[in-house]
């Protein structure tokens, strides 16, 4: 009877440990969904055109993907130093879904009001454009971070720098490597152990210069960013990582692109 009674209890101690084992698993958040990113990058070559963007992304663009369900867009152009300053617009643009995308740009094409703040720009003379050219990258956010982050600063917004990277790889296969190499390889846990900011992680799924990835990160001024970055470059885990042969030659070039916020901009 008492072998009985202990089966009995063990059983009974099993079948709780079951039950709280499913509500455990069945109550847990589930993940969350990876946004979809669009950047549009504007090529301007004179204040004039710089004006009329300027005027259409603050007036009609942003308040109208507001109304849409957008929240935050960020807008970004070079800094000083930079050869590109004055002569690129950057827009970020963050999507839940890319039939978001799809659904707005339609209700973009029947909104009156949006159409009559843009008419500047978006029926400018052929011979007096607002750009040279505009190219628009989309891409996916990185599962270990599926979602955009924003950063609030005391400095003044001419000094913060937002610096968005490029990584181009030699086939799909390192392209795939080096986005492992960020989530399950632990490079983006890096950046946040040494507390830089990070925007967002993505893959490029429509844009020119593919296979690549992007990300950006975030600084309250210059300084921050380069203690940011020589405390990465120093880091041990850092230095192990980037040694380990399984990801190696995964990136062929890396462009970086040190940006301001516009006085406009949501973030």
Known sequence: MKGKNIIRTLS????VFLLASAYSFTSAAPPKKQQYFEIKIYRINSAEQASVTDNFLKNAFIPAMHKAG????????????????????????PYKSPTQYFDITASLENDKSYQAAGKDFLDAPYNNPPYVRYESVFLKAFKFMPEFKVYSYSTPVNERIYELRSYESATEAKALKKIHMFNEGGEMKIFESIGSNAV???QVLLGSQKPRLMYMTTYADMK????????F????????LSSMEEYKNTT????????????????
Request: hydrophobic letters at 40%.
């Open 12 to 15: 009974a101690l099993l079948a």
């Open 70 to 93: 957008i929240s935050k867009i960020g807008v970004f152009k070079p800094v000083e130093a930079d050869t590109a300053f004055g002569k690129l617009i950057y827009v970020f643009i």
């Open 200 to 202: 967002f992680y993505g």
């Open 224 to 231: 921050s960013h380069d203690d940011h970055w020589k405390a």
């Open 233 to 240: 470059r120093e880091s041990p885990e850092w230095k192990k």
């Open 252 to 267: 062929t070039k890396t462009k970086a692109f040190l940006l301001h916020p516009t006085d406009y901009s949501d973030f």
